[in-house]
């Protein structure tokens, strides 16, 4: 039996924002992902309260902190 796979080569090189638990918000260049949504931003840069942005480089997220994909 096939197992699904996310759908998100289609975001591959593109730049992501991320909606993280906790109200925290991370915009980066989607360089990877794998079966269990594990993904990895490149250039990324979170986006704290007050609207002050933060550059944190790569970053990965595991699909127990991200919310929303957008």
Known sequence: MPQAQP???KY?????FV????S???????RGYDVFLNIVLDDAVEEKA???KVKIG???CTPFAPSRYF
């Open 50 to 52: 007050g609207g002050e």
């Open 7 to 9: 759908e998100l080569k």
């Open 19 to 22: 909606q993280l638990n906790g």
């Open 58 to 60: 790569m970053v990965v």
């Open 24 to 30: 925290r918000k991370v915009i980066g260049v989607l």
């Open 12 to 16: 591959l090189d593109k730049r992501l």
